[in-house]
């Protein structure tokens, strides 16, 4: 069975400072990984999708960058972090084999960002 | 672009019925998902329309009519441990596009 997996879970950074958030799957093979970011009380921003190493796309303008240096490895960086950034970062991945687009994501990451 | 409306809060008692109406209107469709979301963790999967008519799952039951944009999650026989958040989701191709969700919360 395929399995998704984040951390940190949470995670307190003051501003200006780096980030690295890191996702990877287990149980399956080329699988599309996104990221999104959930604000307080709000919908799912998608931020980054990947369809294959090293191939990203962006979705929104942002302090954010994505990178897959592996096939099962999806990860959320940043030089240097904004109070905005702060929220709930979710990794989430489909099977690219079919076109039915559930996704399957992971527990998340709580960002505040000081 | 994508917009996806839906209400913000409902409340309900338990045992009762709730219909959570989500009306889209997006540059791309090949499906309609709703996940649940309870505070703090992951969405998950719920319901999943892609042709028009409803869907039966349980306790819960989707509906979607392609031509008005439009869908609604039904939740029967409203449980404590429904409350949470319920998401809309419209596909185009490999993406999903949200809605901002729905708390419910349902009283004792």
């Known amino acids: 069975s395929q399995t998704i997996h984040q951390w940190p879970a949470t995670l307190v950074q003051p501003v200006g400072s780096p980030l690295s958030l890191e996702c990877t799957v287990e149980?399956?093979?080329?699988?599309?990984l996104y990221w999104y970011r959930q604000a307080a009380g709000r919908g799912l921003q998608l931020l980054f999708y990947s369809v294959g190493i090293g191939q990203i796309s962006s979705e929104v303008p942002q302090n954010l960058s994505a990178s897959r240096p592996q096939d099962r490895q999806f990860i959320l960086s940043s030089k240097k972090l904004l109070l905005s950034d702060s929220g709930f970062y979710l990794c989430?991945?489909?099977?690219?084999?079919?076109?039915?687009?559930?996704?399957?994501f992971g527990p998340g990451t709580r960002l505040t960002v000081l | 672009g994508q917009n996806i409306d839906q209400p913000t809060e409902m409340t309900a008692t338990e045992g009762a019925i709730v219909q959570i109406n989500c009306t889209y209107q997006t540059s791309g469709f090949n499906g309609l998902f709703w996940y649940q979301q309870h505070a703090g963790e992951a969405p998950t999967f719920l319901s999943y329309?892609?042709?028009?008519g409803l869907e039966e799952k349980g306790r819960f039951s989707s509906f979607l009519s392609r031509s008005k944009g439009y869908s609604y999650l039904l939740l029967k026989e409203l449980q404590m441990k429904d409350s949470a958040s319920y998401l809309c989701a419209v596909s185009n191709d490999y993406k999903l596009s949200f809605g901002a969700g729905t708390t419910v919360t349902v009283r004792a």
């Open positions: 149980g399956t093979s080329n699988p599309n």
């Open positions: 989430a991945w489909r099977t690219a084999l079919i076109s039915y687009n559930e996704q399957f």
């Open positions: 329309n892609v042709l028009d």
